[in-house]
């Protein structure tokens, strides 16, 4: 359980049932008043080796953003939804290259309002729509501290048309087995091998509590994919790859191999990632290999064409020989 070292709050939040709550919550943790969860001076003078510590703060505000982004992969629209950031440190994170070192957890305590659009435009469409609303965020690991994830599920069931779908790399996920979800939430797990999770992905859930979780949710029947995200592409990573995908055949349930779908996401890294990684993870491994990967716009970096299609071959045959059943959305 996240217990945060101060909160950053803007006054506005006093407004609103979850503001009140949380800072009921958290009554006896300091607080900072601020004018804008976006622009916190004493967070930006912080130098990169302050990145975990700044992770420690929890920041709380309204959101005034609300426009939804067409997406055409495992959703109609990424939206805007009930926080940014994470307590969570992976080494490639892609909010690190909006937020740089602010990528820290921000909460927004209008979710009414936020709600209320994701419902309006989905019953006013002609077709049914699904919304990702885990984009900027992982709201498995929120819904700890808000219940906002309860919340929503609570308050969307109803609903006439539309599906929600979010992804976690987090296995906390008991407070939603029970509720009544009217199979309109897709919850897609993000897996790696072991070794990457423990060595790169700092402060997310173990491999087989995600597995378990994936089973979980298959027995409450949620409609689950399975992210294999970030590929990295480490010495030796086909044969991590390859030790992946055979835990996930032997330990998922039955429930699961039948429904799961599966995304495969070739990692990208950015020089900011380089800059906060060897400063506030000077011990770790370097992840950025720049004989394997080249510019993709400026100080951003994908793996070169040819391993990706390589990459792409090797999954394709490996995913044939286990899941040959289980649909491969997309493979970038």
Known sequence: MFKPKAIFFEPDIVHYELGKELMEKYKEVPKVEIENHNNIEEMRKKSNKEFMDMKRNLIIGVRKTHKFVPNHKTSDFLV????SGCTAACMYCYLVCNYNKCAYLRLFVNREKMLEKIIKTSETSEKELTFEIGSNSDLILENTITNNLVWT??????????YLTLPTKFSMVDSILDLEHKGKVIIRM???PKEIINRVEFGTSRL???IEAINKLSEAGYKVGILIAPVIMVENWKNLYKELIVELDRKLSKKAKEQVFFEIIFMTYSFVHTKINEEAFPNAIQIYDKEKMQGRGKGKYMYKANLREDG???FIEEMNK???????????
């Open 153 to 162: 599920i609570e308050n969307f069931k109803n609903t006439k048309k539309g």
């Open 312 to 314: 792409k071959k090797f």
């Open 80 to 83: 805007p939804y009930t926080s």
């Open 190 to 192: 993000s897996v790696n």
């Open 208 to 210: 087989e509590d995600r």
């Open 322 to 332: 286990y899941f040959k059943n289980n649909s491969i959305e997309y493979i970038v």
